[in-house]
């Protein structure tokens, strides 16, 4: 997992080379990232720059739910939504996201 300060700056690029300068043996599996309007993003990273497979996808049971549904199902509070495909997910908070991806970690 790796947080950055702020959104809306393309990663997946300088995440690659970087993987690779370092010899990184566990790849990086989720980017977390605050949104425009202050909530929180858990972004999955794919396994190249021209793919739109994930190195791995947000829960399965999760993905299309929203809002409270979401939250129930989870048990993770403050969550926004999952995509139907599993790439993305959002929260309110830092804490939230964290533990999104945290969960997915600790299913695979």
């Given at each position: 997992m790796i947080m950055l300060a702020q959104g809306g700056c393309p990663w997946k690029e300088h995440l690659f080379a970087l993987e690779k300068e370092l010899k990184v043996e566990v790849p990086i599996k989720f980017v977390l990232y605050p949104d425009q309007n202050g909530q929180w993003r858990v972004q999955c990273v794919p396994t190249g720059l021209n793919t739109f497979q994930n190195r791995l996808s947000l829960l399965e049971e999760?993905?299309?739910?929203?809002?409270?549904?979401?939250?129930?199902?989870?048990?993770?509070?403050?969550?926004?939504?999952?995509?139907?495909?599993?790439?993305?997910?959002?929260?309110?908070?830092?804490?939230?996201?964290?533990?999104?991806?945290?969960?997915?970690?600790?299913?695979?």
């Open positions: 999760w993905r299309g739910i929203r809002d409270d549904a979401l939250s129930q199902l989870s048990g993770i509070p403050g969550c926004i939504f999952v995509h139907s495909s599993g790439f993305i997910g959002g929260n309110k908070t830092k804490e939230g996201v964290i533990e999104m991806a945290k969960r997915t970690l600790l299913a695979s």
